[in-house]
């Protein structure tokens, strides 16, 4: 399946099967017949064909994500220099604020080479799930916190407080706030505190990175919510005022191991990292 698993790449990443069939020097029917190999093989369907384009299923972004790793570590298995690495690898998720935190703990370690990967919470879960990641640092689902295909090892919560480069007066309806977007793990939690309160907030900008939240709070466009350790430079600086505000806002930070990995909750590595987390 190795060679299978070439090709699969290979079209992916030409997005053609004619320019993939060319690239590898082999015939159109012969790699249309090597992929329905592959999918046999998985019983999935991988890609979808069309006179115009080729459509990838999300079981292929998966399967592709996947493949990549492997080749990778077969690679390194043909190598006889790198088959006397002595270093284990984990693949470890974050979210931006928990690689924040924990970049300094994986630079000391010698005996372990960490391949990190930071992303939203939602996608990290969506990795999880199909296997991707040793361990899964990310806001937690509020309603479903459960993943069928991981186990959740621990939980702590985290408070997101009010900032901004300027004093708001401490009527919270007045308020412009810059949220996260609509569609992260954290807005959720945010948008339920605001609606245990009965406030409809003003909203004056919504994104997916919180550095560009720090930056339009630093430029006194309203108020931001984020983690505390974040922003605590620009605090420390004065160049950040915590609001003091009616309100607080919590997120339910999680680990979380996929099931049938190879790391446990027992394992020291994963207590010394959360540890070193919280």
Not at 31 to 48: A, C, F, G, P, V
Not at 78 to 105: H, V, W
Not at 159 to 172: G, Q, T
Not at 218 to 230: E, H, R, S, T
Request: with cysteine.
């Amino acid at each position: 399946m190795i060679e299978e698993l070439k090709r699969f790449i290979t079209v992916i990443e030409e997005n053609s099967i004619t320019k993939a069939a060319e690239k590898l020097f082999i015939t159109q029917p012969a790699l249309s017949l090597s992929l329905k190999r592959l999918e046999k093989e998985l019983d999935t369907k991988l890609i979808k064909r069309n006179t115009k384009q080729l459509i990838i299923t999300p079981d292929g972004m998966a399967v592709y994500a996947t493949a990549k790793k492997v080749l990778s570590l077969w690679e390194n298995m043909k190598d006889p220099s790198k088959r006397n690495y002595k270093k284990e690898i984990i693949t470890i998720g974050m979210f931006d604020n928990a690689a924040l935190k924990l970049a300094s703990f994986f630079s000391k370690k010698d005996t372990i080479h960490f391949e990190m990967i930071i992303d939203s919470s939602k996608k990290l879960q969506q990795y999880v799930k199909q296997g991707l990641l040793d361990i899964c640092i990310c806001v937690v689902n509020i309603q479903n916190k459960q993943i069928s295909e991981a186990n959740l090892m621990f939980t702590a919560e985290e408070v997101l407080v009010p900032v901004s480069s300027k004093e708001w007066d401490n009527n919270i309806k007045e308020i412009p706030f810059i949220l996260y977007n609509s569609n992260s793990e954290t807005r959720n939690y945010i948008d339920n505190t605001f609606q245990k309160n009965n406030i409809n907030p003003i909203i004056v900008a919504q994104s997916t990175s919180t550095s560009f939240m720090k930056e339009l709070a630093l430029n006194g466009i309203g108020v931001a919510l984020l983690p505390k350790n974040f922003v605590q430079n620009e605090i420390k600086e004065k160049r950040l005022f915590i609001q003091e505000l009616s309100l607080e806002w919590k997120r339910t930070i999680g680990l979380y191991l996929p099931k049938g990995g190879s790391l446990t909750s027992e394992a020291k590595l994963i207590t010394n990292v959360w540890s070193y987390f919280k």
